[in-house]
């Protein structure tokens, strides 16, 4: 059974709001990239999306309080996610970390668990 993987970017934002247009046209051909090596390897990419910045989140609390912006400050905040099935954990974790840390950040792999209906 082919597994299936939450691929989480992790990285600063600040590098993102200020980045020049030619260094945002590179990211998004290093994700295009990343895309087509993955088809290339036989790595199913479900889903995935870029995230907008955390300062516009909305945050729950127990108590039911909703609250503008993140939970906590971080360093480094979630900027997007991919969903992929493969077999390869360790292959796609390497291909993640040559194609989409170029600037830093990191890349958190988890499985998904999946319930049967």
């Known amino acids: 059974m082919t597994d299936r ?9 600040g590098f993102w ?7 945002q046209e590179r990211v998004m051909g ?7 090596a993955c088809t290339e390897r036989g790595y199913t990419i479900l889903g995935g999306e870029e995230l907008g ?5 909305l ?5 039911g309080i ?7 400050e971080l360093a480094e905040h979630l900027g997007g996610y991919y969903v992929i099935e ?6 796609l974790a390497e291909l993640t970390g040559k194609l989409l840390l170029t600037d830093g950040g ?12």
Not at 5 to 13: C, S
Not at 53 to 57: D, I, Q, T
Not at 59 to 63: E, F, G, Q
Not at 106 to 116: F, I, S
């Open 5 to 13: 993987w939450m691929v989480l970017l992790w990285g600063d934002e």
């Open 59 to 63: 945050t729950v609390r127990p108590d």
């Open 86 to 91: 493969t077999d390869d954990a360790q292959g």
């Open 17 to 23: 709001e200020n980045a020049s247009p030619e260094t």
């Open 30 to 36: 290093e994700h295009q990239a990343y895309s087509d």
């Open 106 to 117: 990191g890349a958190e792999l988890r499985p998904v668990v999946v319930h049967d209906a």
């Open 66 to 72: 909703v609250t503008e912006g993140p939970f906590v």
């Open 53 to 57: 910045f955390s300062k516009n989140a």
